[in-house]
């Protein structure tokens, strides 16, 4: 059974329709980038796949059960989401901001078991933000801001991510590392969609490429296709060039 599925789903914002028939699924192990242009629809398709926009047509199902009909709390398990923007009012410290993420798995009183300290200590060591843990969350760089964000979303243990711009604002070494740290994630079980535009980590780290473009899924499958794909020099407006390094690295950059 598939983590993710869209059947042929629209969304509508505002009366506009922003995402139209789109049909695909998300399987356990795959890491699958959504990339396109500015306003394509590709947050609007994030979010309805973390159950936060109510299609207009089709559906939306988490593996096999429809998550406007599942308690929060429930599909937690299963989804952890990571918005473009995140904002606290309170001056939180970062271990707590992590832990934000067990929320939904806690009972009780709510505080923190030696499970929750443990996933949160794992979580920021693949984030690279441990020694960040007694900082005060409003104080950090914009950069340390995110990678922050992304602990507490794979602090909550999901099976599978949804993340939005996870790189943004983030040196080329951080978001790297991001990115391999999601494949070795997916490799072990997990999944993760990510939108991005940063094509050159898309093409050497997705599983599969997700191309969105005028709200509709113009091309999907394996990331050079996709990439070098004259779907993609339609959406942008100007060609990928996909190339390889003497390294053997592949490379991404528009031309």
Not at 59 to 87: C, K, M, N, W
Request: charged residues 15%.
């Amino acid at each position: 059974m598939a983590v993710l599925e869209l059947a042929d789903v629209s969304v509508a914002l505002g009366g506009r329709a922003v995402v139209q028939g789109v049909t695909a699924k998300v399987e356990a192990g795959q890491l699958i980038v959504i990339v396109g242009p500015n306003g394509a629809g590709k947050s609007t398709l994030l979010r309805t796949l973390a159950g936060l926009l109510a299609p207009q047509a089709g559906r939306v199902t988490v593996r096999g059960r429809d998550p406007a009909r599942v308690a929060r709390r429930l599909i937690a398990r299963d989804l952890a989401y990571l918005p473009q923007q995140y904002e606290l009012a309170f001056p939180f410290a970062v271990e707590e901001v992590v832990l934000l993420g067990r929320y939904a798995g806690q009972t009780g009183l709510g505080l923190a078991s030696a499970d929750d300290l443990a996933a949160a200590t794992a979580a920021m060591i693949a984030c690279d933000v441990q020694g960040l843990a007694a900082r005060r969350f409003d104080e950090l760089s914009g950069g340390e801001a995110r990678r922050v964000i992304l602990a507490q979303a794979i602090c909550q243990g999901a099976t599978c991510l949804l993340l939005d711009e996870p790189t943004a604002g983030l040196d080329p070494a951080h978001a790297r590392a991001v990115f391999a740290m999601l494949r070795t994630q997916c490799e072990a079980g997990a999944s993760a969609v990510v939108v991005t535009h940063d094509l050159d980590l898309a093409l050497r780290y997705a599983n599969a490429i997700w191309l969105v473009a005028n709200g509709t899924l113009a091309a999907t499958g394996a990331p050079a296709e996709v990439l070098a794909s004259a779907a993609t020099t339609a959406a942008f407006g100007l060609a990928i060039h996909v190339g390889a390094l003497p390294s053997g690295d592949a490379f991404a950059v528009p031309v």
